[in-house]
């Protein structure tokens, strides 16, 4: 059974740090594209970053300079670091992971149940 299990959503001030943390089972992590979205109350689902296989990275330009995306195969692991955190990025993220190549588009092989962050002005 896949499962992608994310944890470290919370509540913080503009201008707080946060890290998100995905941990995945259930399929080939080490030749998985893994990434984060998320999606704000009536917004669409946006990209917010991609680590590849080859742990090359993109971000969205909202997020760049502010946030990092990492990956640890040894653990199964993909983190996001949000740092210099904004009203804006208010959200529900979410974990995903495709066996071939995440884009732009809110489409994957796999979810995360989504762990929401709450940044207040």
């Known amino acids: 059974e896949v499962q992608l299990v994310e944890s470290g959503g919370g509540s913080v001030q503009a201008g707080g740090s946060l890290r998100l943390s995905c941990t995945a089972s259930g399929f080939t992590f080490d030749d998985s594209d893994m990434g984060w979205y998320r999606q704000a109350p009536g917004n669409e689902c946006e990209l917010v970053s991609i680590?590849?296989?080859?742990?090359?990275?993109s971000y969205a330009d909202s997020v760049k300079g502010r946030f990092t995306i990492s990956r640890d195969n040894a653990k199964n692991t993909v983190l996001l670091q949000m740092n210099s955190l904004k009203p804006e990025d208010t959200a529900v993220y979410y974990c995903?992971?495709?066996?071939?190549?995440?884009?732009?588009?809110?489409?994957?092989?796999?979810w995360g149940q989504g762990t929401q962050v709450t940044v207040s002005s």
């Open positions: 995903a992971a495709d066996r071939g190549v995440l884009s732009s588009w809110c489409s994957a092989n796999y």
């Open positions: 680590i590849s296989s080859d742990e090359s990275t």
